[in-house]
């Protein structure tokens, strides 16, 4: 039965990133627990390239509004998906929030997970690139507690390392941590107040855009 549902998913996910593709558009999914700074990061991206690049956003939770109020004060379109009882986004939700873009109008399509470490793993959404983001607050064990996430995301974030001293966490036990389980992913470690870290964030984005503007022209 579970085999089944991670199949159909797959099946959605495919359609929607070739949708994407079609239209050019570079979707990034972003994953982590709630309070672990995903919305921020977010708000980074979008304010850095509101005038460079036409920006969406599809903030999924159990209840979006919240997060969605704080991207639509940016005045970027964003659609709210409202989870209900589900503690993941999946393919079709995702689907049925794309009619709402108007997709020939935008080059970046950022998606907010629900905030969860578990839940998101299995379910693709069609996305180009899978992001995790975890915060210092959390304990510098909580990567080896949820493996599966850092194993399955194309990049990983290290946030508000700026006071894991204050909270008796080490980053780089988190890094280490991290490639013990998927030694090729890319880790950043950031802070909001440390604005050459958001920048190597914002530029893994950048790249991401680019790659896929190339591949539409061809």
Not at 10 to 28: I, T
Not at 133 to 156: C, N, Q, R, W, Y
């Amino acid at each position: 039965m579970g085999h089944d549902v991670f199949k159909a998913n797959d099946k959605v996910a495919e359609k929607n990133r070739k949708n994407l593709d079609k239209h050019g558009v570079f979707s990034v999914n972003v994953m982590g627990a709630i309070g672990s700074g995903k919305t921020t990061l977010i708000e980074e991206v979008v304010k850095y390239f509101k005038e460079k690049y036409r920006t969406a956003v599809i903030a999924g939770d159990v209840i979006a509004d919240m997060d969605a109020s704080r991207f639509r004060k940016l005045g970027v379109p964003t659609i709210p998906v409202n989870t209900g009882k589900e503690c993941h986004l999946d393919a079709k939700l995702v689907e049925k929030a794309l009619e709402e873009v108007d997709l020939d109008n935008t080059d970046l399509l950022i998606i907010e997970n629900v905030g969860n470490l578990i839940c998101p793993v299995d379910f693709k959404l069609g996305e180009h690139l899978r992001v995790v983001v975890v915060s210092v607050t959390e304990g510098d064990d909580i990567i080896l507690k949820h493996p599966m996430i850092f194993k399955t995301s194309e990049l990983a974030i290290i946030n508000k390392v700026d006071i894991a001293h204050a909270v008796d966490v080490d980053a780089e036990k988190m890094r280490d941590d991290i490639h013990s389980l998927n030694p090729d992913i890319p880790v950043i470690l950031t802070s909001r107040h440390d604005w050459e870290s958001i920048e190597t964030w914002i530029g893994f984005i950048e790249l991401g855009i680019g790659r896929t503007q190339e591949a539409r022209e061809k």
